[in-house]
Every structure is written in C-alpha cells, then in structure tokens.
T-cell receptor, first 114, second 115 residues
Framework: GDSVTQMEGPVTLSEEAFLTINCTYTATGYPSLFWYVQYPGEGLQLLLKATKADDKGSNKGFEATYRKETTSFHLEKGSVQVSDSAVYFCALSPNSGGYQKVTFGTGTKLQVIP | EPEVTQTPSHQVTQMGQEVILRCVPISNHLYFYWYRQILGQKVEFLVSFYNNEISEKSEIFDDQFSVERPDGSNFTLKIRSTKLEDSAMYFC?????????????FGNGTRLTVT
C-alpha cells in the first residue's frame, strides 16, 4: 500500500538557518503530494502541494519539488524563523479517481531557537 | 477564512462508554472525513463521507465506529464502547470536492482520553 517516510525529529535550528526535512513516498501511479503544518494547539493546515512530477509547491518561503525519479518531496526553507516552530507532515493522495484517502508521514517537529 | 470547527477540544471518558465527537465542516464543502493520531504516531485515515453515506473506511473503522450528518451543518463520529486504545487526537476534515489533488481542511482536533 501507499506509504510516506519522513525524517525523525525533533529538528532544532537557530533562527535564519537553512531547513531541509526529507520525505520519500511509495505509491502506485502518480499521487498528489502535500506538506501540512501543525502549530501548537491547532489543527493541520495545508502548507503547499504538488500534483505532478517536477512541480514545485511553495508558500511562506517554504518549497518542495515533486521528484518522481527519487520518489521524494523534501521540504526546504532558506531562513527559518521562531514562528516556523511546528510539526510538519508530508502526505500523499493517490490520483486514483476515488475519494481522498490521504496517507501521512509520522511528522517532524521543528524547533527554531532565537 | 471559513474553518472546520470541532467540539469538544478535549474529552475524557471511561472505558466502555459511548462518546460522540462533533464537527462543523466548511459550509459549501461536500466531502467529510475523520482522521486520528495516536500520540507519537501517524495521522491515520478513518472514514470518508459523501452524499449522506460512507464512501470509504479503513480497517480501524470497525463496528464500534459510526458517522452521521444529522443536519445540514454537523458531522459526528460516534464510538459505541470506547477502549483504552481509542485514546487519540481525532481530526475532522472537509473538502469541496473529492478530487485527489484538492487539499483537506482540518479542524483543530478533539483529544479523546479513555481511562
């Protein structure tokens, strides 16, 4: 079945450091890929998405590129802020034409220190 | 911006009791979902709901679980006889379409603690 693997956390960075959170997936066909973010005490929010190979999703300075050859969707940000501290979830949705059944990774907690 | 709301934010119940978790999806959305996250584990799909019926459910969603849209705004998840292992954060989500590239809009979750 479909699966998503992302790097273990927590990841602790100083403000303005470069962020990479690795994500790889296993799926049949061509899934849509997402990054969701969960701030403390809140629900999951869509951060960015990509629906086909080589697409780049971007939002709030975060980027991720859909790499079919490596089945990856790594999240990057050039300069993190304290306000980016949250849990980040990589996820996929199979483009099977059926109802959405999103598969999530385990989440990576990011802590940004001043 | 419209949002999905869930109540209560935290529910404590004794093993064997029934609980109902409530959700109000975004008003013009047609597809509704429940997910759960056991502490420290993955966010897992439970069930999807469209046109007043379940469209898909996972292995987790056994006979102890049921969903209902009792009126035009609420979407509920009922657990008939809770078990300790049902303790988790339960997230409701909705989307305007069922298309796979359409992102889900999540509520803030209900933390269920079964003692």
């Amino acid at each position: 079945g479909d699966s998503v693997t992302q790097m273990e956390g927590p990841v602790t960075l100083s403000e303005e450091a470069f962020l990479t959170i690795n994500c790889t997936y296993t799926a049949t066909g061509y899934p849509s890929l997402f990054w969701y973010v969960q701030y403390p005490g809140e629900g999951l929010q869509l951060l960015l998405k990509a629906t086909k190979a080589d697409d780049k999703g971007s939002n709030k300075g975060f980027e991720a590129t859909y790499r079919k050859e490596t089945t990856s969707f790594h999240l990057e940000k050039g300069s993190v802020q304290v306000s980016d501290s949250a849990v980040y979830f990589c996820a996929l949705s199979p483009n099977s034409g059926g109802y959405q059944k999103v598969t999530f990774g385990t989440g990576t907690k990011l802590q940004v220190i001043p | 911006e419209p949002e999905v709301t869930q109540t209560p934010s935290h529910q404590v119940t004794q093993m064997g009791q029934e609980v109902i978790l409530r959700c109000v999806p975004i008003s013009n959305h047609l597809y509704f979902y429940w997910y759960r996250q056991i502490l420290g584990q993955k966010v897992e799909f439970l069930v999807s709901f469209y046109n007043n019926e379940i469209s898909e459910k996972s292995e987790i969603f056994d006979d102890q679980f049921s969903v209902e849209r009792p009126d035009g705004s609420n979407f509920t998840l009922k657990i008939r006889s809770t078990k300790l292992e049902d303790s988790a954060m339960y997230f409701c989500a909705s989307s305007p379409t069922g298309q796979d590239n359409s992102p889900l809009h999540f509520g803030n979750g209900t933390r269920l603690t079964v003692t």
